[in-house]
């Protein structure tokens, strides 16, 4: 099971689905066992849902975590928290140009997600353009926030 994660840059009162994101974690965990979770970093959803999941590896030792970067260079990639994550992905995008290396990312993520979680607060943005797309690639989704 390959879980991801969106959420607008400022997602704001992520405490407030604590207890529904630890009950959901641990569903899977116990349905699927090996559970493999996608961040891509770029809100406070994603970076919110990284530590929670980090905690869970402690007590849990079949989940992984990894960073999906858009980018292969610094200072991007010196400010991701390496101890949250088992490994770094870099999708197949190197002939992407820049400016679209963070669109592309997100259909990746979404591409080799079994589940993708949202939190979203309005209908513009990446997160939302995200939403679109796993709507359309008809990835199960759950929207936390609803």
Sequence with gaps: ????????????????????????????????GNVEF??????????????????????????KSYFVTPYLREPYLSFINRKLFDDIIYPPIENTP???????????????????????NHTFGGTYKAYQYAKRKKVKICIINE
């Design 98 to 120: 820049l400016k679209f290396a963070i669109l592309k990312r997100n259909q990746w993520i979404i591409e080799n997600s079994d589940l993708v979680i949202f939190n979203i």
């Design 38 to 63: 996608y961040f891509g970093g770029m809100s406070d959803f994603d970076n919110y849902c990284s530590h929670l999941v980090y905690e869970l590896k402690l007590k849990y030792g079949s989940i």
């Design 1 to 32: 099971m390959k879980v991801s994660f969106f959420g607008h840059k400022n997602s704001y009162n992520n405490e407030n689905y604590h207890d529904k994101l630890i009950s959901l974690f641990e569903e899977l965990i116990k349905t699927y």
